[in-house]
């Protein structure tokens, strides 16, 4: 067990037990526990209280994400799409591995990132540790681009807040699977009242549950997992009574055939962004990594474990669609620019070749069973993009770049008892009584925010195209939205973090492979890696082809280039709303003399024994033996057990112009200082004069610019 020094705790201080939540932390000794009182108290400052051991997400619940995310609609929907446009069983394998190399290759980047940025001085000896932080892209950009100010804040967090970090398609996918199923009639306010309620349904769960969220995430994520292994044995199976398409679709050098391809790059390029697309879920538990039990352990093994999984899977699956659809079914029709929907006829030509019945009624059986599965997945993906999204969105909120950030950026309790606590409330200052009613912490206003621009986009995606007159027509503004937000999210900001991956490893005088836990040779490939799967769709979208005038599935309504135009629009209103905040700190400080100071000072425990998780290793690389260098550590930093965060206090302060560069005594004398308190159960950091360990032990700030400073266990913007 970790040893963890409970013996400082004030007689006041709830116990992991007295929470109905099971097991919160608790204040520190009573020096700390007051100054922790005075912060809740401060309207420019939130504490927020990070779970614990027995509350974070084990590897169980981490591989459940992964999985939730990843098998959604895209394995099912995109196979019809690449083999349309390619007309090529070859090509399109090849493009599914294109995919595989973005997961595979993404996924080593994303642990290499996640637990080695962002960096802290912690304590009095200078050095930085690495401490892992949830918001997924968003700290990682903070890293690469540290000025303009605010600039990659504003950038991602904006494109994640208006478009690249919502449920609205796969709440639409839901809402068609389920009346499709149903047997009724499929219009434009049923879709979008169920998929409204499935967007309520969702953030209402994880604002008044964290738990039962989590439990429901975990029970998709085994179904779905089981239901694409179910599928694949189906394939294997029919596969083993008659091989005969399987001979002839990849028969070589048949099977690479291009006769019938596009002549252009275009769709090659759209092809690309469909397989990519499925794939896009890979660093999902990057956006809550903070919330993860033992991340240097369970993270970076259960990341790449289920990334390799789903790989096999997803191109298992491919493989078995291409092998059991005859040639003539299997690439839609070119003339009407149709692609086939693989999934139905994968059911028809196995095991709906077993049922008695007629054509027709074996094809509504079958289309019953697929739209049932569509639904499944996109239910579980809404689930769990709810939960990570809207912990994107409160970080993007403690970076201080929204209206009433610290609104958006606190979690909030809810409770059921009568009274003045009833419902949702800011974690309560001090009063142990009013602790031990609430039964939940949740992002619940940056939830919010979510349903909010959800449900908006659910309406333009219902009601976004008039087919031609004849009314409106969800599918095209699905597609684009689909598209969209593929080639954004999935796309621009991969490439862009490839590109400053190749640049931190490769550029003369760079330290980073002195701070990485990931060998250099293995960071150097996937980088490149990363970079040039995702360069090729990124440029080639833009190549217009005489032949092609739409996008793909959007039934001739949407224009070739409308999807990745909305994406650059996305990112472009994004870069405006940065210079309209700069702007408003320009105002505040020529005419108020005022500048916004935004501080964050995370709270440690450092957990040592045999529970200190600092102990990790995968294939051979990792922090097995504990040296520097390979825990993510400066040379000469000693890697004595794990830094646990369980506090993290944020600050949003107008100071008065020119005290940012105050110097220490003068900011003491301001009343400007900012403490950070950084735990220890260690024995071996026992204090003789005070007879007690290091817990609660507080350093002061030192000014390190004017932009972008840090200090012992605090960042400062």
Request: glycine letters at 8%; one cysteine or more.
């Amino acid at each position: 067990m970790a040893s963890v020094d409970r013996t400082s705790l004030p007689s006041n201080s709830a116990s992991p037990s007295d929470s109905d939540d099971g097991g919160w932390h608790p204040g520190l000794d009573p020096s700390d526990e007051a100054r922790l009182e005075q912060l809740r108290n401060d309207k420019t400052a939130i504490v927020e209280e990070i779970p614990s051991e027995k509350s974070s997400l084990g590897w169980y619940s981490v591989s459940c994400l992964i999985f939730n995310r990843m098998i959604g609609s895209g394995v099912f929907n995109s196979g019809g799409v690449i083999l349309h446009n390619t007309q090529s069983v070859g090509i399109a394998m090849i493009l599914w591995f294109v995919g595989a190399l973005v997961a595979i290759s993404g996924v080593i980047l994303f642990i290499e990132l996640g637990l080695t940025i962002p960096r802290y001085r912690i304590g009095g000896t200078g050095q930085k540790t690495p401490v892992v932080q949830s918001g997924g892209e968003l700290p990682y950009l903070n890293y690469f681009f540290k000025r303009p100010r605010f600039f990659a804040t504003c950038l991602f967090g904006i494109s994640f807040i208006l478009l690249f970090g919502n449920t609205a398609t796969n709440s639409v996918a839901f809402a068609r699977a389920v009346i499709s199923a149903s047997g009724a009639e499929q219009t434009p306010g049923s879709i979008a009242g169920i998929a409204i309620g499935m967007n309520a349904f969702a953030c209402l769960l994880h604002s008044v549950s964290r738990k039962w969220g989590i439990r429901l995430n975990n029970f998709l994520g085994t179904v779905k997992l089981t239901m694409v292994v179910v599928m694949i044995l189906i394939g294997y199976i029919w596969l083993g009574k008659d091989n005969t398409v399987a001979s002839s679709n990849f028969e070589y050098p048949g099977s690479f055939d291009t006769k019938d391809s596009p002549k252009g790059v275009y769709r090659f390029a759209e092809a690309a962004i469909f397989a990519i697309f499925p794939f896009g879920g890979f660093h999902q538990a990057n956006y809550v990594l903070a919330e993860i039990k033992h991340p240097r352990k369970n993270f970076a093994l259960t990341s790449l474990s289920c990334v390799l999984i789903i790989v096999s899977v997803f191109l298992t699956l491919n493989a078995l669609y291409a092998a059991i659809i005859p040639r003539d079914i299997l690439f839609g029709s070119r003339a009407s620019h149709k692609d086939t929907d693989l999934l139905p006829q994968f059911f028809l030509h196995t095991v709906g070749k077993t049922l008695s019945v007629g054509l027709e009624e074996r094809m509504v059986k079958i289309n019953a069973i697929c739209d049932s599965l569509r639904a499944l997945s996109a239910f579980g993906n809404v689930i769990v993009f709810t939960f990570t999204a809207a912990k994107v969105k409160q970080e993007v909120a403690k970076e201080g770049v929204l209206p009433f950030s610290l609104f958006f950026a606190s979690s909030y309790t809810f409770s059921l008892k009568p009274g003045q606590n009833f419902g949702f409330r800011r974690l309560p200052p001090g009063s142990r009584a009013g602790y031990q009613m609430h039964s939940s912490r949740a992002p619940a206003a940056a939830l919010g925010l979510h349903w909010t621009v959800t449900c908006i986009l659910i309406v333009a995606v219902v009601f976004g195209t008039d087919k031609k007159g004849d009314g409106f027509d969800h599918v095209p503004a699905y597609y684009l939205f689909v598209t969209a937000y593929a080639y954004g999210l999935d796309i621009i900001w991969f490439s862009v973090i490839g590109m400053a991956m190749l640049c931190l490893r490769l550029w003369p005088g760079s330290r980073w492979r002195h701070k990485s836990p990931i060998p250099h040779w293995i960071g150097t490939t996937a980088a490149l890696l990363f970079t040039v799967t995702n360069m090729f769709p990124l440029v080639c979208i833009w190549v217009a082809d005489p032949a092609e005038k739409y996008l793909a599935k959007s039934e001739g309504v949407v224009p070739w280039f409308a999807s990745q135009t909305t994406a650059l629009c996305v990112v472009a209103a994004s870069a405006l709303y940065w210079v309209g905040f700069r702007f408003y700190l320009y105002q505040k400080r020529s005419k108020d003399g005022q500048e916004l100071e935004v501080i964050r000072s995370p709270v440690f425990l450092r957990v040592t024994g045999s529970a200190a998780a600092d102990n990790w290793s995968i294939f051979g690389f990792g922090s097995k033996k504990r040296k520097p260098a390979a825990a993510g550590l400066e040379t000469g930093e000693e890697a004595s057990g794990e830094l646990v965060q369980i506090y993290e206090i944020v600050q949003l302060k107008w100071n008065l112009k020119g005290l940012r560069n105050m110097d220490q005594e003068e900011k003491r004398n301001a009343g400007r200082v900012t403490e950070t308190m950084v735990a220890s159960s260690s024995s071996e950091n026992q204090d003789p004069a005070e007879g007690k360990g290091v817990m609660g032990h507080r350093v002061a700030e030192v000014s390190r610019g004017v932009e972008d400073w840090t200090m012992s266990g605090a960042a400062v913007r």
